[in-house]
């Protein structure tokens, strides 16, 4: 009858371990090491916690197996812990020092406190081995949409129960206005799964711009085959939306496509998204042309690219203003996280305003340093001139040929801007030397006297100093602050300098000062089979046949 008790117990073990794997969807070899460890630990508050002492479970039988474990040493320090050689060699001759000997023990019967605490040491094991399996599960599966169930809301934050784990929608990735109640369903996207010291974390969003791309892959099969790529999103969530799309086969119209049969598909994603108005916009290769696609419905009249900063001008109407601009500053916002460009609006009368202003201060400069009247500096002006350089070193006839001026006239023109320029030189250098600037930074080819004295008032005195410098702190950068691109000022800002130019003079400097060789920046072009240009046109000549 008692061993008939213990058989079922041992049995039971087994059965629970089993029950609880299929539950968690963990392994049971997990659940049997946990229990292992959990009857370790109230073995050593039997016997001692000074033992080392291994349990077993059967997995066949259910029967538990309670060891002490001593090593084997030559010199005992901790009778607890280990055996004598000569002792270990009677209880087994082949042991030797180093190995160890189990002296099996009696059963521990289990007080109450010890399986209170044995049964700790199991949920906490099974817990850690469900998280891990939940991370493991749900790493790879970034960029998803999955649904789950709301199993509450704390201080905004929505926990979502995804059957198989639970994963967090935090406040600020919930839509506007949106509220949840336990037991609600909710579709949102797999935004980033890590571990944190609660353990495994999987975070969902609503706001995230790739969640309307998936809802779009969903509703339209076009997108989900690849025939139609979704090239960008931008979204300010809850409120409006811009997408932009390219069909990579030109029977099919993209936007057509993604609308539906009366506005079928998109209205799916904007009664999933709350309300959110989704404008969707035809992909172009022409940056121009993207541009003003992004700031539809708005009309625009005229463009002026910067390609070097990915800035635009863009000019409107006057009555266009503020539907360009949308409200907020909204319509625009949107276009710019569209197509990566900063985008500046301005209408008709504003653009011809500062037209007329850059006139003026090219007329004025024109004036004052060629030592010329005003109908003469305007000529200039209006012949498209920008600087003083320009007329310094443009070809002779283009200056001739403009109306009312002749040969002689121009080549005084001509004179007099060279010695202008020598004049503002001479100045440049003067206070380059009183700011230390070294003269063998003169030597780098595409530095200008101006670009010196800039040099000097940013600490770059030195060809070691313009070596060390990156493309960024010569022309400055752009970087995103709340949504919004700020533009950080480089030390050659106002002179015209690109980062290809940038690049080369710091890649001279280098040179210059030894940090790099020739051979570093020409290396040797390799053909397909790895043999340099010069092999292969040696192997080419014709050989003597002396």
Not at 160 to 182: H, N, Q, S, Y
Not at 384 to 402: C, K, N
Not at 463 to 479: M, N, P
Request: aromatic share 4%.
């Amino acid at each position: 009858m008692v061993e008939q008790a213990v058989s079922a117990n041992r049995l039971e073990l087994l059965q629970i371990a089993d029950a609880v794997a299929r539950e968690k969807s963990i392994d049971k070899g997990v659940v049997i090491a946990a229990m292992e460890d959990a009857i370790q630990r109230a073995a050593r508050s039997r016997y001692g916690s000074e033992n080392e002492i291994k349990a077993e479970i059967d997995t066949k039988t259910g029967e538990i197996r309670l060891a002490r474990l001593l090593e084997v040493v030559e010199e005992i320090e901790n009778e607890a812990t280990q055996i004598g050689l000569d002792e270990a060699k009677r209880r087994n001759p082949a042991a030797s020092s180093g190995d160890f000997i189990a002296e099996p023990l009696p059963p521990v019967d289990f007080g109450r406190i010890a399986a209170q605490n044995a049964k700790q040491v199991i949920v906490q094991k099974v817990r850690d081995a469900e998280r891990e399996r939940q991370h493991e599960e749900y790493r790879d599966r970034v960029g998803e949409i999955v649904n789950g169930v709301v199993k509450r809301v704390e201080y905004g934050n929505v926990i979502v129960d995804l059957g198989r784990g639970e994963a967090i929608v935090k406040r600020d990735d919930c839509l506007p206005r949106e509220t949840f109640r336990p037991g609600d369903r909710v579709r949102a996207y797999i935004n980033d799964v890590r571990r944190e010291q609660r353990g495994p974390q999987i975070f969902l969003s609503r706001t995230a711009p790739a969640f309307m791309a998936k809802l779009f892959a969903q509703e339209v099969p076009e997108i989900y085959d690849g025939v139609i790529e979704i090239v960008s999103v931008a979204r300010d969530p809850g409120s409006r939306a811009k997408i932009a799309v390219l069909s990579k086969d030109s029977s099919i119209d993209p936007v057509g496509a993604c609308v539906g049969m009366r506005g079928s598909r998109v209205q799916a994603v904007v009664g999933e998204l709350q309300g959110e108005k989704i404008d969707i916009i035809q992909w172009s290769p022409d940056a121009a042309t993207f541009i003003v696609n992004g700031l539809a419905p708005a009309e625009v009249a005229k463009v002026v690219l910067d390609e070097d900063a990915k800035r635009i001008e863009v000019v409107v109407p006057d009555e266009q203003l503020s539907q360009a601009i949308g409200r907020r500053g909204q319509n625009v916002r949107l276009a710019s996280q569209l197509t990566g460009w900063d985008i500046d609006i301005m209408t008709e009368a504003q653009e011809s305003e500062r037209r007329q202003a850059e006139f003026q201060l090219r007329s004025e400069l024109f004036q004052e340093a060629l030592d010329v009247d005003e109908t003469i500096a305007q000529l200039l002006a209006s012949e498209g001139f920008s600087s003083i350089d320009e007329v310094a070193y443009v070809v002779l006839d283009e200056i001739a040929d403009i109306d009312a001026f002749d040969e002689d006239m121009a080549q005084e023109l001509q004179t007099r801007a060279q010695e202008y320029l020598d004049r503002v030189n001479a100045e440049l250098d003067e206070k380059r030397r009183e700011l230390g600037v070294a003269d063998e930074l003169t030597e780098v080819a595409g530095v200008t006297m101006a670009m010196l004295v800039a040099f000097g008032e940013n600490d770059v005195k030195s060809i070691e100093d313009l070596a060390g410098c990156a493309t960024d702190d010569l022309t400055g950068w752009t970087e995103r602050v709340d949504g919004e691109a700020v533009r950080q000022a480089g030390f050659l800002d106002g002179l015209g300098i690109d980062a290809a130019q940038a690049e080369a003079m710091i890649m001279a400097a280098r040179l210059h000062a030894g940090w790099i060789t020739e051979e570093d920046l020409n290396p040797p072009v390799e053909d397909v089979d790895g043999e340099n240009e010069e092999a292969d046109t040696a192997a080419a000549e014709p050989q003597d046949a002396s």
